[in-house]
């Protein structure tokens, strides 16, 4: 059973940090991409970032290019989101997300990010 587990959300200030990390068991974790996303109170889940099987290739949304970095560790099973620089409209609840054919995508339960001053 594919499981995700996120983690490391919370409240913080405009220009502030938080790393987030997500916790995977019940598949080949190495064998696959890894994706962060994000939803704001009443808007669409956002793609924010990706990151390949080999962690070398890395794609970003516009609104995070420059600030989010996506990495991965493959020996803990365990994909992150580096976050700096936050503004207010980065506060979402943010999941990790793998894509298994064909049983398709695979959620966590998400962590929630606040930031205000």
């Known amino acids: 059973q594919v499981q995700l587990l996120e983690s490391g959300g919370g409240s913080v200030q405009p220009g502030g940090s938080l790393e987030l990390s997500c916790a995977t068991s019940g598949f080949t974790f190495r064998a696959y991409g890894l994706r962060w996303f994000r939803q704001a109170p009443r808007l669409e889940r956002e793609l924010v970032a990706f990151?390949?099987?080999?962690?070398?290739?890395?794609v970003y949304s516009d609104s995070v290019r420059g600030r989010f970095t996506i990495s991965r560790d493959d020996a803990k099973a365990t994909v992150y989101l580096q976050m700096h620089n936050l503004t207010p409209e980065d506060t979402a609840t943010y999941f990790c997300?793998?894509?298994?054919?064909?049983?398709?995508?695979?959620y966590g339960q998400g962590t929630q990010v606040i930031v205000s001053s």
């Open positions: 997300n793998v894509y298994i054919a064909p049983w398709g995508h695979h």
């Open positions: 990151i390949d099987d080999e962690g070398v290739n890395t």
